[in-house]
């Protein structure tokens, strides 16, 4: 369904993770886009929004990101309950959460409980202490994080050459965390951890994002939901009135690498379900 851009749709709630304020693969234009249509009662912030591991070895800062935080800032002005949770490349917000420090309708936490209108309770958190590498070989994740940054440049080069070949857009580092047998079995032993401490806490399901890949499924006798993010799909997750939680697919693959402002007459939002199999999946798999 095409989107309409002069009505706004309301969700009860929003998840939206790995958004990575602060570097150049940050697709903020396309999130403001989002944040423009789509109004909820509560904002979750499920990590890695501001990107502190980046910003600490060199500035980068343009206008869009500003206005990201700002229109963040409106919605929680004008009654949105915000709720940051805190991730591993904004872990300098994790020495505050102590403190209890709420501005206005914003408060940053570790974790959080999250209770659907239909009575589930769901367990909010980033997960990356739930992924081996980040937990105990920092230097590694720091040299991992090196190395995904360097693929989202050969991705652009890429993406910028289809495009003049009348080709689709194609994700260089989703086709490696589908091929690469070692990628494969860490995203997979991440979701089980995280799904096992949420049957641990016996709770109804989990909310994450951590591993950038959108998706909602039936793990361990529980719900797992991941946001995806902001650098290679514009995903968000949204729950409606009555409880149900759907993935919110804002930009089609083939215009990820446009200014969201050129092209609203050909971008779709998708929404999928628990059942609905992931474009990026289907999009890897024919390239």
Request: charged share 30%; aromatic share 8%.
């Given at each position: 369904?095409?989107?309409?851009?002069?009505?706004?749709?309301?969700?009860?709630?929003?998840?939206?993770?790995?958004?990575?304020?602060?570097?150049?693969?940050?697709?903020?234009?396309?999130?403001?886009?989002?944040?423009?249509?789509?109004?909820?009662?509560?904002?979750?912030?499920?990590?890695?929004?501001?990107?502190?591991?980046?910003?600490?070895?060199?500035?980068?800062?343009?206008?869009?990101?500003?206005?990201?935080?700002?229109?963040?800032?409106?919605?929680?002005?004008?009654?949105?309950?915000?709720?940051?949770?805190?991730?591993?490349?904004?872990?300098?917000?994790?020495?505050?959460?102590?403190?209890?420090?709420?501005?206005?309708?914003?408060?940053?936490?570790?974790?959080?409980?999250?209770?659907?209108?239909?009575?589930r309770r769901l367990l909010v958190m980033h997960g990356d202490l739930f992924d081996v590498i980040t937990r105990y070989h920092r230097?590694?994740?720091?040299?991992?994080?090196?190395?995904?940054?360097?693929?989202?440049?050969?991705?652009?080069?890429?993406?910028?050459?289809?495009?003049?070949?009348?080709?689709?857009?194609?994700?260089?580092?989703?086709?490696?965390?589908?091929?690469?047998?070692?990628?494969?079995?860490?995203?997979?032993?991440?979701?089980?951890?995280?799904?096992?401490?949420?049957?641990?806490?016996?709770?109804?399901?989990?909310?994450?994002?951590?591993?950038?890949?959108?998706?909602?499924?039936?793990?361990?006798?529980?719900?797992?939901?991941?946001?995806?993010?902001?650098?290679?799909?514009?995903?968000?997750?949204?729950?409606?009135?009555?409880?149900?939680?759907?993935?919110?697919?804002?930009?089609?693959?083939?215009?990820?690498?446009?200014?969201?402002?050129?092209?609203?007459?050909?971008?779709?939002?998708?929404?999928?379900?628990?059942?609905?199999?992931?474009?990026?999946?289907a999009d890897v798999a024919s390239a």
């Amino acid at each position: 369904m095409a989107k309409d851009q002069t009505k706004t749709r309301r969700y009860r709630t929003l998840w939206i993770s790995d958004v990575h304020l602060g570097t150049s693969g940050c697709k903020a234009e396309h999130l403001i886009d989002f944040l423009q249509h789509n109004d909820c009662d509560t904002l979750y912030l499920v990590g890695d929004i501001i990107d502190g591991w980046k910003l600490k070895n060199g500035w980068f800062w343009p206008q869009e990101h500003t206005n990201v935080i700002r229109k963040i800032l409106t919605k929680a002005k004008r009654g949105t309950q915000v709720i940051y949770v805190t991730g591993n490349h904004d872990e300098f917000l994790r020495k505050f959460v102590e403190y209890r420090i709420e501005i206005g309708n914003i408060r940053v936490v570790n974790e959080a409980i999250h209770r659907t209108a239909d009575g589930r309770r769901l367990l909010v958190m980033h997960g990356d202490l739930f992924d081996v590498i980040t937990r105990y070989h920092r230097w590694l994740a720091l040299a991992g994080d090196f190395a995904y940054e360097a693929t989202m440049r050969a991705n652009e080069v890429i993406n910028r050459t289809r495009a003049l070949l009348g080709m689709r857009y194609w994700s260089l580092s989703a086709f490696a965390k589908k091929s690469v047998k070692n990628a494969v079995a860490i995203i997979s032993e991440y979701e089980d951890s995280v799904a096992r401490e949420c049957k641990r806490r016996e709770l109804d399901g989990v909310v994450c994002g951590h591993i950038h890949h959108a998706e909602i499924r039936q793990l361990h006798d529980v719900t797992y939901h991941n946001c995806g993010d902001w650098v290679e799909s514009c995903t968000a997750l949204g729950e409606t009135p009555d409880g149900r939680i759907e993935v919110i697919r804002w930009v089609e693959l083939d215009h990820l690498n446009q200014r969201a402002n050129v092209t609203p007459l050909r971008r779709r939002r998708k929404t999928a379900s628990a059942e609905t199999e992931s474009v990026a999946e289907a999009d890897v798999a024919s390239a």
